[in-house]
T-cell receptor, first 114, second 115 residues
Framework: AQSVTQLGSHVSVSEGALVLLRCNYS??????LFWYVQYPNQGLQLLLK??????LVKGINGFEAEFKKSETSFHLTKPSAHMSDAAEYFC????????????FGTGTSLTVIP | DGGITQSPKYLFRKEGQNVTLSCEQN?????MYWYRQDPGQGLRLIYY???????QKGDIAEGYSVSREKKESFPLTVTSAQKNPTAFYLC??????????????FGPGTRLTVL
């Protein structure tokens, strides 16, 4: 079965610092990968997705992620953190062997320190 | 504005009672989904529907039931058989059922608390 692992349930960065949120997938077949953001007591919003086109994917709010097959990773980055980036971030996977389902990671809570 | 609405935002239920959570979308999407979110566990799929009058169980369907009589509506009933129903419930939709690359659009969620 396909799954994703998000390393670090809590990440803190200073305002203006690099944001790096980690996501690794487990699949022998390259999957489709997504990053979603969730603000408190709200639904999820898509940041970006990888669907086997360009390996470097740019999303909204200055975020980007790079698909690295050799590392089975899809880490999310942003060069300079803003206070408004504080939220929960979820990596998700789908693919030929997921039975039409999307599987979400356990989430990473990002705190931005002023 | 197009989107997904869930109601109510907060719901309290006594043990042994069934309760129905509403999900409506005006995005003209074929597929709809129900997820359960618990702290530290991410989102887990309860049920999904790719077309009207059809739905499939997800990983944690026990104690839940759904219907899909209209394209825009996908209500979820939490039955008394669900042993630990207190959670945040999220409804989502996507353009085409069966497409693994479609973006899922989420509603604002319903927080269910069993007293």
């Amino acid at each position: 079965a396909q799954s994703v692992t998000q390393l670090g349930s809590h990440v803190s960065v200073s305002e203006g610092a690099l944001v790096l949120l980690r996501c690794n997938y487990s699949s022998s077949v390259p999957p489709y990968l997504f990053w979603y953001v969730q603000y408190p007591n709200q639904g999820l919003q898509l940041l970006l997705k990888y669907t086997s086109a360009a390996t470097l994917v740019k999303g909204i709010n200055g975020f980007e992620a790079e698909f690295k097959k050799s590392e089975t990773s899809f880490h999310l980055t942003k060069p300079s953190a803003h206070m408004s980036d504080a939220a929960e971030y979820f990596c998700a996977v789908s693919g030929p062997h997921t039975g039409n389902q999307f599987y979400f990671g356990t989430g990473t809570s990002l705190t931005v320190i002023p | 504005d197009g989107g997904i609405t869930q109601s109510p935002k907060y719901l309290f239920r006594k043990e042994g009672q069934n309760v129905t959570l509403s999900c409506e979308q005006n995005l003209n999407h074929d597929a709809m989904y129900w997820y359960r979110q618990d702290p530290g566990q991410g989102l887990r799929l309860i049920y999904y529907s790719q077309i009207v009058n059809d739905f499939q169980k997800g990983d944690i369907a026990e104690g839940y039931s759904v219907s899909r009589e209209k394209k825009e509506s996908f209500p979820l009933t939490v039955t008394s058989a669900q042993k630990n129903p207190t959670a945040f419930y999220l409804c989502a939709s996507s353009y085409k059922g069966g497409s693994l690359t479609d973006t899922q659009y989420f509603g604002p969620g319903t927080r269910l608390t069993v007293l």
